[in-house]
């Protein structure tokens, strides 16, 4: 489907003037928001989801002017011959004057007068950090990547814990890095008939999201509506893709010319979630299976932490049955 992208510039005439558009949307993707703009504002995100309207955007902006805010980055998007709006917005403001829970009853007045779907607002300097819970098997390369990141104080998430169904000597350099950091590790061991889902949801009931870094398991139906939040996953290929055991070899052998990662929602169809995010690298009859597979699991986990990035920064939305928008 042909999809419109429609800029905030198209609806200026219902903006208010008592702010400064200071910069379009694609300034800020993938950037994070930085407080050090001012001494006094911070800044916040805000996400909002409805049935299309005139005046969302006019009422919108004029509830962060009202307060003193000021809108650094508008992007907004309605798909062509489909009657949603979809809008992100990063704002600047003072948290004297726009106290944290004014902002939150501010935005669900709006919420409620357009009958949203979904209005999120996010202070990153006050609001904490979400909870997430990793798990994995085996390998382990995306769930380094993401301790070296989070530990970097690049991956805005509280990790509470690490669960996998292989055992980890307390030598090794995870172990280590775990119990350094004062990280959890569970053990769960799991087999064809029993895959110890409720143990798992047990320990995973008090985090906002899941992250499954590399899990060699299916997930049932029971366990993610026992969960009833988001589970993220990375797979090793543009979906759909080489499935069975070993997918970089079947490809390797293949001879592709490109392989790829993509990062989605989990959902009882496997590997069949909205796709969050997908990265892609040529590859040629130069690179023996080593090269293959380092490059293929280079882009997992790059793949892997920017959807998790975007996620915690509000740029993704559901969009129809099965899509996602990504601001």
């Not at 979904?118 to 202070?123: A, D, G, L, Q, Y």
Request: contains cysteine; charged residues 25%.
């Amino acid at each position: 489907m042909m999809m419109m992208r429609r800029i905030i510039s198209e609806r200026a005439t219902c903006v208010s003037k008592n702010f400064v558009l200071r910069s379009s949307a694609s300034r800020f993707h993938g950037e994070s928001l930085d407080s050090s703009v001012s001494p006094v504002l911070i800044p916040g995100v805000h996400v909002f989801h409805c049935q299309d309207a005139v005046g969302i955007v006019a009422k919108l902006s004029d509830c962060i002017a009202a307060k003193g805010g000021n809108i650094l980055g508008y992007d907004v998007f309605v798909p062509e011959n489909n009657n949603v709006f979809y809008s992100r917005s990063e704002f600047i403001f003072d948290p004297v004057k726009w106290p944290r829970e004014q902002m939150s009853e501010d935005f669900q007045a709006i919420a409620q007068r357009f009958g949203a779907m979904n209005s999120v607002v996010r202070v990153p300097s006050i609001d904490p950090k979400y909870k997430i819970a990793l798990l994995l098997s085996k390998q382990d390369h995306c769930l380094v990547e993401m301790l070296h990141r989070w530990q970097d104080g690049k991956l805005p998430v509280d990790i509470t814990c690490v669960i996998s169904n292989h055992e980890r000597a307390s030598n090794t350099h995870v172990m280590r890095f775990l119990e350094r950091h004062g990280i959890p590790y569970h053990y769960v061991a799991t087999t064809k008939d029993n895959k110890r889902e409720d143990e798992i949801l047990d320990l995973v009931k008090d985090t906002d999201f899941l992250v499954l870094a590399r899990y060699m398991q299916i997930l049932s139906g029971k366990f993610l509506k026992g969960y009833g939040k988001d589970v993220i996953n990375i797979h090793h290929g543009l979906l759909p893709s080489f499935k069975g055991g070993y997918p970089a070899k079947q490809a390797f052998d293949a001879g592709v010319k490109l392989i790829g990662a993509t990062s989605h929602f989990v959902t009882e169809e496997l590997d069949a979630g909205p796709i969050i995010e997908q990265m892609v690298e040529s590859v040629s009859h130069r690179d023996n299976l080593r090269s293959f597979v380092q490059k293929s699991e280079d882009l997992e986990k790059k793949c892997l932490t920017k959807a998790i990035k975007s996620y915690c920064e509000l740029r993704v939305l559901p969009y129809g049955a099965n899509k996602t928008v990504v601001f």
